[in-house]
């Protein structure tokens, strides 16, 4: 198979094309190699060498198919520290439930892509690996924390690759890439290292829609320990690709009222894909939950970091090293000191702020079917702007400058639950891909998958590649 051909297919085609004979699962994880060799020297997206040889599992849906799992993730035999050099070297002993079935799934897992510390950052740069860039601009973020898995997508090296979402680290860098990033309701897939507020789930980042769809199917469902359950679909995910949305009413804002606003670009990319969501049919006005943001993001700071001292001092106690500057990024470090102020009282304080945040949004969803807003407040950022050691900002400074300049949109459906996508629908005028963020009611992935398909068939984005695009060494060199 053609270099350009494997990059430009989703991992549906590729698994039919291993079913129907007409390419071999080895053809396919050469095809990967091949593309980590040519892209990722300018990308540093993978922390790993691809490995040609990754055992997959026949007569499974995607048998076969190159993936690549997200650093930190519970892959067995994959690294064991997202992007710390506290955890350097360490690889994970067994498969978690999440990863159990990914491999379930047939797929090839060939390689580990980059994070940022413990999937802390809205950027994926790191003092163990370095910054992983942006195919489209390498000056350029992919966004974070999965950073490494998004470029990589974008970049063709694979189909699919792991990712999980903990305040918008699947769905910021989608928009970033110009990759679809779907955030599954809390308790679709299964997440065991989540802590009190369940904040973070997991899921895949693909090229298209139905990829995602398929992939939910594959990894969705209650397991054993599961602190939350949810009603399973009616049918499957992958059948909504395609199947009539129905007119839907469909709210609007690239606001926070109080907080910030979205730039020119992104707020453009809301009222383009508005506009065309008009089109189809669907009933489209403004309108917001209504809640105090400044509340909401100070309860989510102190809930995002109440739990990393712990974590912190659960990793010296296992491994006897001693978790210093040497060892952490600056910030890092600073957001342990954070949590290591925050009280119980401090605690049941946030707890009550999420709580009215989910009356909110569940208020606001008995007038709405689907939210619209963007997924950023900027696209992709320039390298080191973020930078978690290259700042003398508090822990509170640093993070209230990400969320208002970058990433505030995203962090409230991981509090509520809610579904979440970052969709691909238009592209930015100066060439940097700009994504608009889908929000579905309560466990409402199907209706979402529904109206992404929608938006995807309208408006297609596969045809469109970066100048760092595997594909393009088939024609002599990188475009």
């Known amino acids: 198979m053609r270099l350009d051909e494997y990059a430009r297919r989703d991992a549906t085609e590729l698994a039919a094309l291993v079913r129907a004979g007409e390419v071999l699962p080895a ?18 997206a993978l922390v790993w060498p691809l490995d040609p040889d990754a055992p997959w599992t026949p007569g499974a849906p995607f048998s076969g198919v190159p993936v690549l799992s997200k650093s930190g993730h519970g892959m067995r035999g994959g690294p064991l520290g997202a992007g710390s050099r506290l955890l350097q070297g360490m690889t994970v002993p067994e498969d978690d439930v999440f990863s159990a079935r990914i491999r379930a799934a047939g797929v090839a897992v060939v390689g580990a892509t980059a994070a940022p510390e413990f999937g802390l950052y809205a950027v994926t740069e790191s003092r163990l690996y370095g910054a992983t860039r942006n195919p489209w601009d390498l000056t350029r973020s992919p966004g974070g924390s999965s950073g490494g898995a998004s470029a990589a997508v974008a970049a063709g090296i694979v189909p699919v690759a792991t990712s999980g979402d903990g305040g918008g680290s699947i769905r910021t860098p989608a928009h970033c890439t110009g990759t679809f990033g779907l955030k599954p309701s809390r308790g679709r897939t299964p997440f065991e290292a989540n802590h009190f507020f369940n904040l973070s789930v997991n899921h895949v980042t693909t090229r298209t829609v139905r990829d995602s769809a398929a992939f939910l199917d594959a990894t969705s469902g209650a397991y054993a320990g599961a602190r939350y359950l949810i009603a399973p679909p009616d049918r499957p995910f992958a059948d909504e690709v395609g199947a009539d949305p129905g007119r839907l009413r469909i709210g609007v804002a690239t606001t926070l009222d109080g907080f910030t606003a979205a730039d020119a670009a992104c707020t453009d990319a809301v009222h383009r894909t508005a506009a065309l969501l008009a089109e189809l049919g669907h009933e489209v006005s403004d309108a917001a939950p209504s809640l105090s943001w400044t509340a909401f993001f100070d309860a989510f700071l102190r809930a995002w970091t109440h739990s990393l001292p712990w974590s912190i001092a659960r990793i010296e106690r296992a491994t006897g090293l001693v978790a210093g500057p040497e060892q952490l990024e600056v910030m890092t470090e600073r957001y342990r000191r954070l949590g290591e102020t925050v009280t119980v009282a401090d605690l049941l304080d946030a707890d009550q702020v999420f709580r009215a945040a989910g009356r909110a949004v ?23 702007v973020f930078d978690p050691s290259g700042t003398e900002e508090s822990a509170v400074e640093y993070s209230l400058r990400v969320l208002r300049d970058y990433s505030a949109f995203t962090p409230l459906l991981n509090v509520t639950g809610h579904p979440a996508a970052s969709v691909p629908v238009v592209h930015g005028a100066d060439g940097i891909p700009v994504g608009v963020q889908l929000v579905g009611g309560a466990a409402g992935e199907a209706g979402l998958l529904r109206l992404c398909a929608q938006l995807e068939e309208a408006s297609p984005w596969r045809g469109r590649t970066p100048p760092v695009w595997a594909g393009a060494a088939a024609d002599g060199g990188l475009s």
């Open 362 to 384: 569940d208020e606001y969803f008995e007038t709405f079917d689907v939210w619209l807003t963007p997924v950023a407040v900027t696209q992709a950022p320039r390298i080191g």
């Open 27 to 44: 053809e396919l994880a050469a095809c990967a190699a091949t593309a980590a060799e040519t892209v990722d020297p300018a990308l540093n």
